[in-house]
């Protein structure tokens, strides 16, 4: 094995979610992240790690955050960044996902984010391409960098992940962010609750790896770690739930109900956020709130995904994807 | 044309509950004798002789729900290519659904499908019209003069009639005429988003599921009916336990229903789909294990009567696509006997009950002639290997599309020849 002169072999081609990985691999991407964040931090934030490589951004869904994390993340390894937004086109979804793809492919990028509104779509474009994939959101299925930086945040506040109790709370049946981070949590050892009104759970949830709870009093109890999950508006229409007033009073975190966590629980929200939604502003904005750092946290763990998947050591020795 | 006579043959004919080793005798497009008393009658002068060695004569398969691209989507599939997929798979009679584009909801479009059928394939096209016009389920279609151009039965294709007054009044009305109305149970809107079975898997996924009661609820609707207009009923692919029960209780009350399944539904369950096989994307889609099993028995016991291909050919541009975005369905027709064969080997279900699912109960439901070796019957048969092993490939497979669930699947049994109306139209 070549693990002794290469700490950092990441043995995947592609990121397609955070199922597949060992708590190895989960732990390896954290360290690196946490080397990454320097590098943000400094006057010259720029190494040279993936100079001449070629990222390209394939976004089908419209996400300004998302994707100019990941364009920073890039530009700050030095590599060349190009971004295609699909989004706004009158292309119907999914239509063109093969034939972009293939054409992208013979620009010879080395690295594809994809972001597509339908799951299974950067599985897909894996099969089709040559070079790495990263999953930057498909559907209701993924988001990996999301969990990541989710778990990095949480082990910075915490000085760990394992034994740590952390509610997720809200639209679960819709949301990629929810599963990756369930899944990726279970992975290190945490004690992972969803706080839900039962139509926006999925089927099977009490299989999935997670405590279930219908309020918030019971849900937060204790919790070390509050994780809102953003509610679609269009939820309404779906007769998902009644009304926005109705959906805060009992899934909206405030104050009152953020007093039911543990004193020092830190609280997140992927963004963007429906303030008066599914979060107060006042705790969003609150001492508790690490959302700010959650935004900084995504730059290094994308750096940190980029550089192992495009680790030049790799390609020297042979290791199969 | 001369006689033909099969030596050798293992006749198994469920219109006469007979599987003897004997012999059968073809004269012009007709089978003259067959049985085991055959065999000391001696052969027609100038006879054509097969020895069969022993091998399987089968009534032609008939198999009632086909989709097929013409008119329409002839890159897909045209009569003449199903009807080559069909020969090679011992399928001697097939239903046509009548999503095409044009509907198949006039009589214009009957004969268009007879004469296409007659001038091009090599086996019996049947066409099923629309119920309503344009299956947009508002207007009743000429049921009369549908049945009396040639279709043989009325039916929604893929799609679900919502409208209980219209079902109502299409099966009443259908009565009159003696017609089979065939339908898909699927509520129209309970679990309408959903592209796999409802359930762990599905939420893992990141799919949205359809539950089983989407099924089950418009079928308990349409035994209601069923019982009220005392019509001829069909549920064209049912594909949970549930619904088997909702069947069995129907014929136990004397209601005029029947039911059939996919062989899809017969063999294979949700953890087929893997990550996202788009293959395996089927409308209604693919259960769970014990929904499978339920299945099976509901076969073996009489509860559903047939076994359909439900062949949909689709291809690249409808299928290489993510999983929710990828069309339903799959191609069958050279599969069917193959996968149903598992279930005979396997010793799940008796072979002349297989055989029996695939001919002569559709030829009775449809009230087609075929689905016998009794003599007098029409020449329709194919000789079967029941013991060769063969490896599905999809290169060889001579639908137009190749969207197949059982590329790569391993069967045992095989068709060597088909015969429609005495004359050779497949050799392996």
Redesign the interface.
């Known amino acids: 094995m070549t693990s002794e002169t290469s700490p950092l072999l990441f043995p995947h081609r592609h990121l397609l979610g955070i ?1 597949g990985l060992s708590p190895q691999d989960i732990v390896q991407l954290l360290d690196l992240a946490e080397s990454e964040i320097a590098v943000s931090r400094q006057s010259e934030k720029k190494k040279a790690t993936l100079r001449g490589r070629t990222q390209i951004n394939l976004f089908f869904e419209a996400s300004t955050r998302t994707q100019s994390s990941f364009e920073l993340a890039g530009k700050r390894l030095g590599a060349d960044v190009m971004n295609m937004s699909v989004g706004n086109s009158s292309v119907k ?3 063109t ?2 034939d972009t793809a293939m054409t992208l492919n013979a620009m010879r990028p080395d690295i594809l984010i994809i972001r ?1 509104g ?4 950067a ?2 474009l894996a099969q089709k391409v040559g070079c790495s994939v990263v999953n930057a959101g ?5 988001h990996p960098t999301q969990a990541l930086l989710d778990a990095l945040t949480i082990r910075r506040a915490k000085g760990k992940v394992e034994r740590l109790t952390v509610a997720i709370c809200g639209d679960v049946l819709h949301s ?1 962010v929810a ?1 990756s981070n369930i899944i990726l949590l279970n992975a290190l050892g945490a004690r992972v609750r969803v706080v839900a009104p039962s139509t926006l759970l ?4 009490s ?2 790896g997670a405590e279930v709870f219908h309020k918030m009093e019971d849900g937060l109890k204790d919790a070390d770690v509050v994780m809102m999950l953003r509610l679609q508006r269009e939820r309404m229409a779906g007769s998902f739930v009644p009304s926005v007033r109705e959906y805060f009073r009992y899934h909206g975190l405030d104050r009152e109900k953020l007093k039911y966590a543990k004193p020092d629980a830190i609280v997140m929200h992927p963004g963007p956020m429906n303030r008066g939604v599914e979060i107060a502003s006042d705790v969003a904005d609150g001492v508790q709130s690490v959302i700010q750092e959650q935004v900084e946290m995504g730059v290094a763990v994308r750096m940190a995904v980029m550089e192992a998947l495009l680790d030049p050591r790799r390609n020297a020795e042979g290791v199969a994807g | 044309m001369s006689a033909t006579v099969l030596q050798n043959a293992r006749i198994v004919d469920p219109s006469r509950n007979l599987d003897e080793l004997g012999t059968l005798i073809i004269r012009q497009d007709k089978i003259v004798a067959s049985g085991a008393d055959v065999r000391n009658q001696g052969v027609p002068e100038g006879a054509t002789i097969i020895d069969c060695q022993g091998k399987a004569v089968l009534p032609g398969l008939v198999d009632a729900r086909v989709f097929i691209g013409e008119p329409g989507a002839e890159h897909r599939e045209t009569i003449a290519s199903a009807s080559h997929a069909a020969a090679a798979g011992g399928v001697t009679s097939m239903i046509m659904m009548p999503d095409t584009d044009p509907v198949i909801d006039n009589v214009a479009l009957v004969e268009f499908v007879m004469r296409t059928a007659r001038d091009t394939a090599v086996v019996n096209v049947y066409p099923a019209a629309a119920v309503t016009k344009g299956l947009l389920g508002e207007e009743m279609t000429e049921i009369g003069l549908l049945r009396e151009a040639g279709a043989v039965a009325i039916t929604e294709g893929r799609n679900s009639i919502a409208n209980t007054q219209l079902m109502r009044r299409a099966l009443t009305y259908a009565r009159d005429f003696g017609v089979v109305l065939a339908h898909e149970a699927q509520d129209a809107h309970l679990g309408i988003t959903g592209v796999m079975n409802e359930g762990l898997y599905a939420s893992w996924l990141g799919l949205s599921g359809t539950p089983r009661e989407a099924e089950v609820i418009p079928l308990e609707r349409d035994m209601r009916l069923a019982a009220l207009t005392q019509a001829a009923y069909h549920a064209a692919q049912i594909s949970t336990g549930m619904s088997a029960e909702v069947i069995s209780r129907a014929k136990h009350n004397g209601l005029n229903v029947t039911a059939g399944v996919s062989i899809n539904h017969l063999s294979l369950n949700e953890n087929d789909i893997g990550e996202f096989r788009t293959f395996f994307r089927l409308q209604p889609p693919l259960r769970l294990e014990e929904d499978r099993l339920a299945m099976v028995e509901a076969l073996r016991d009489g509860t559903i009567d047939i076994i359909v291909s439900a062949h949909d050919p689709q291809d690249v541009d409808t299928k290489r696509l993510p999983f929710a975005d990828a069309a339903a369905g799959a191609i069958g027709l050279e599969t069917l006997l193959g996968a149903a064969l598992r279930l005979y080997h396997n010793g799940d279900v008796p072979l002349l009950r297989i055989v029996e699912a695939m001919s002569s109960a559709p030829a009775r439901i449809f009230g087609l002639d075929a689905g016998s070796l009794r003599p007098g019957s029409k020449a329709d048969m194919t000789i079967v290997d029941l013991d060769e092993p063969w490896v599905v490939n999809e290169e060889d497979l001579r639908s137009r599309s190749k969207n197949s669930c059982f590329e790569g699947a391993r069967f045992q049994g095989r068709v060597v020849q088909t015969f429609v109306a005495g004359k050779s139209v497949f050799t392996i």
């Open positions: 199922k979804k999914g239509e996902l093969i597509h339908s799951a299974g779509a599985a897909l498909d559907g209701a299925h993924e990629r599963r999925p089927a099977g949830i299989h999935m």
